[in-house]
Each structure stands twice: as C-alpha cells, then as structure tokens.
C-alpha cells in the first residue's frame, strides 16, 4: 500500500470513529482532591483553573443523584478520601444519562467529564461525563 493510501485509509478510519478517540488523547488524569484544593484557593472559581473546558479523567463517590430542572439526572460528587460536597456532575447524551441514573449514594465511578464554568459557589461543575 502506498504511503498516499494508507493516510486516505488513516483519514477515512479517523472519521468513522469520530471524535472521540481524538478526544481520548487530550484526556487528563486529575486528583480529585488537588483539583478542588485549587478551586477553592482560586476564589471558588473554575474560570482560571488550567483544567477548565479540558477533558479530565476523574473518580470519586457518588454522594446523591437527583434530577436537575430539567428531569435529568444529576450526580452530587466528591473524591474517594472526603465526605464533602466537591462537584455536580451532568451527562451528554441518552446512552449516559441511562448509566447516571443507575448510580446510588456511595457508589464509585470513574468518569472522563469537561470542568464547566463555576464562580462563587461551592460545587464545581462537571459536565458532558462519559462514564468508564
């Protein structure tokens, strides 16, 4: 195959995929714990976090799961060595909103999420999350 071919090959298996798997790649692992240290000693804010609006692979415990305005689901969050509140967490598509709402107080989860906007509040917010 010629090199011409198999980057039309390449190009054409990329777009089947979709983006995803080019999402996968700019995923960071984070400490749940230090991501909201720094939430808190930047002034509860997410805005200048190097995280927000990236991709981060996070895990934690499930602390309740509730339905937000608009009847879907919303998981109340916080890192595997606290008991406090740290992040709200919400989901994309159908597919994973099924996967949220099967989830109970005191469950583990592993989820690569967006960090949204926050500012004053004491959650951060967790958004479009892709549970593993």
Do not use: W
Not at 87 to 111: G, H, S
Request: one cysteine or more.
């Amino acid at each position: 195959m010629s090199q011409h071919h198999a980057l039309s090959a390449l190009i054409v298996i990329l777009n089947i995929i979709g983006s995803s798997f080019v999402c996968a790649e700019e995923v960071e692992l984070v400490d749940f714990d230090q991501l909201y240290e720094s939430f808190l000693n930047n002034d509860n804010s997410s805005l200048e976090l190097p995280q927000y609006k990236k991709r981060i692979l996070i895990s934690g415990v499930v602390l309740d799961n509730s339905l937000n305005f608009s009847g879907d689901p919303l998981l109340t969050v916080t890192s595997m060595s606290s008991c406090n509140e740290m992040a709200r967490m919400t989901t994309y598509d159908a597919e994973q909103t099924e996967k949220m709402k099967k989830f109970k107080e005191d469950d583990e989860f592993k989820a690569i999420c967006e960090l949204g906007p926050t500012m004053g509040g004491h959650t951060m917010s967790l958004q479009d999350c892709i549970f593993k």
